[in-house]
């Protein structure tokens, strides 16, 4: 890595008004997101001790949902900095495409990844928050549940990575964002609900993006048998698919990076 080159590359982006606005509006609504679940699922249970399902599925959240912030934020910088024209400038002051990709590369998977990681934390602050506020026990040091945050930490590394090799593969910003959204609002989650009706089509199923971050974020003690094979694979080899899945993006992005022409 090329120190003043990475610099350099950082400088830039932490210089663009829009990604900090991109960056606050992201957090901004998926933090609001959180608190109202949070409150939902505190208040109803007035009275009663919260499942250990439900709480499962309040911190489960910065991954289930949270992790399109490294996706986006990544994607975002490495499609602006090709797009404006800054990498070109990046790849003469490196002398190399290989030094211009990975300066672009860890500046971006950095940012998405610091700022996925620091919103899931705000989250949990913000659950434990609702909860304290409903008389609740927080229940997010136990053994399981703190596996469970720790694998959704590195979850948001690895969407940071699949957001930068997307955006430098793709290279279009609206067509990226709306690949990502038609996939995970309306495609996964049609396959998922006819996987529920289907134990060979869940097989499948259970290897996708979404299933693979509901598997990373759950509390493996929670939820009765149907809930449990719903989800899939356990937490580990679920992270450890995804984190392989980022790899592969890694290569064929640094293969297209190399390949073809900046312009």
């Known amino acids: ?6 610099r350099y590359t950082l400088y830039i982006h932490y210089n663009d008004q829009r990604l900090r606005l991109l960056t606050v509006a992201l957090i901004t609504c998926i933090t609001i997101l959180n608190a109202l679940i949070s409150k939902t699922i505190a208040s109803s249970y007035s009275g009663e001790t919260i499942e250990r399902v439900s709480y499962s599925y309040l911190y489960s959240f910065s991954g289930r949902i949270g992790y399109i912030i490294p996706l986006i934020l990544s994607a975002y910088i490495t499609t602006s900095s090709i797009k404006s024209g800054q990498i070109i400038r990046v790849h003469l002051i490196g002398g190399s495409k290989d030094r211009a990709f990975q300066s672009l590369f860890f500046v971006a998977t950095l940012c998405g990844g610091l700022v996925g990681d620091i919103t899931t934390i705000i989250n949990h602050a913000i659950s434990v928050g609702m909860l304290h506020l409903a ?3 927080s229940a997010l040091f136990t053994s399981d549940q703190m596996s469970a945050s720790l694998r959704i930490l590195l979850l948001q590394w690895a969407w940071a990575i699949l957001g ?12 990226l964002i709306s690949s990502v959204l038609a996939f995970s609002l ?6 998922s609900a006819a ?10 199923t259970k290897w996708l993006p979404g299933p693979l971050n509901w598997a990373c974020s759950w509390d493996a003690g929670a939820g009765n048998t149907n809930i449990k094979t719903a989800i899939g694979l356990p937490g580990t080899i679920a ?3 995804i984190f392989l899945y980022a790899g592969s993006i890694f290569s ?10 900046l312009k």
């Open 1 to 6: 890595m090329n120190k003043p080159l990475f």
């Open 135 to 137: 008389n609740q026990p």
């Open 164 to 175: 930068s090799g997307f955006g430098i593969i793709i290279r279009n910003q609206t067509l």
């Open 195 to 204: 996987s529920n009706r289907s134990q060979h089509l869940m097989y499948f």
């Open 186 to 191: 309306f495609i996964e989650p049609t396959l």
């Open 239 to 241: 992270l450890l698919t």
């Open 252 to 261: 064929a992005s640094y293969y297209y990076f190399t390949k073809r022409a």
